[in-house]
């Protein structure tokens, strides 16, 4: 069975501008999360998306978003990058219930 | 607001010695706690998962247990490895919908061959 996976796998911006990261479930999962992980403030939740419905949402700014198609796969975007939001960005898939939780690699971004 | 300690924050044993990592968390209403290792700019793997009824799991040389009423969980390594390096979190997830895991920041492990 395919793991979790992310792409981009690293992607340089410059403030002002947004991006896209894109996240494939492990099949049959349809709960999708996403974690921003930076050195000084850990991992922190930023949303979760099950049935292409946002359930949960982190304290993060509007500028964090997100989506979820009909197959579970899941995008976020960030707008108006910020030298803040250089970060790793890992999505996480499980089944629905509060089941194990299960990362992808990560989406290393860079704002310069 | 639930928030999770691991302690310590590093460690560096000799290859063989068993270990052990701790994590608490302050609300103890959980639904259950994940514990992961995450490798140098890598994403996280899941170790193991103990449901809030369970009072611990095993998988190889990993045991992880959980009481709930006092908020702590363990990790124990048995028999420790120069691979076993990495950093080691803790997460709890409270359900009900709770903004996701919760994670500590994590105890970075150094195995020394």
């Known amino acids: 069975k395919a793991g979790v996976t992310q792409t981009p796998r690293y992607l340089i911006k410059t403030r002002g501008q947004q991006v896209t990261l894109s996240c494939s479930p492990i099949?049959?999962?349809?709960?999708v999360s996403w974690y921003q992980q930076t050195p000084g403030q850990g991992l922190q939740f930023l949303f979760e998306?099950?049935?292409?419905?946002?359930?949960n949402k982190g304290n993060f700014p509007g500028r964090f978003s997100g989506r979820q198609f009909s197959n579970s796969r899941s995008e976020m975007n960030v707008s108006t990058l910020e030298l803040g939001d250089s970060a790793l960005y890992l999505c996480?898939?499980?089944?629905?219930?509060?089941?194990?939780?299960?990362f992808g690699p990560g989406t290393r971004l860079t704002v310069t | 607001k639930q928030e999770v300690t691991q302690i310590p924050a590093a460690l560096s044993v000799p290859e063989g010695e068993n270990l052990v990592l701790n994590c608490s968390f302050t609300?103890?209403?959980?639904?259950?706690l994940q514990w992961f290792r995450q490798d140098p700019g890598k994403g996280l793997t899941s170790l193991l998962l103990?449901?809030?009824?369970?009072r611990e799991q095993t998988s190889g040389r990993l045991n992880a247990s959980l009481d709930k009423s006092s908020g702590r969980s363990t990790l124990y390594i048995a028999a420790s490895q120069p691979g076993d390096s990495a950093t080691y979190l803790c997460?709890?997830?409270?359900?009900?919908?709770?903004?996701?895991?919760?994670f500590g920041k994590g105890t970075h492990l150094i195995i020394q061959p």
């Open positions: 996480a898939s499980a089944l629905p219930g509060g089941g194990e939780q299960y």
């Open positions: 099949s049959g999962h349809r709960s």
């Open positions: 998306y099950f049935s292409e419905t946002q359930r």
């Open positions: 609300d103890s209403a959980i639904y259950n």
């Open positions: 103990i449901q809030s009824s369970q």
């Open positions: 997460a709890v997830y409270s359900g009900g919908g709770a903004d996701g895991l919760t």
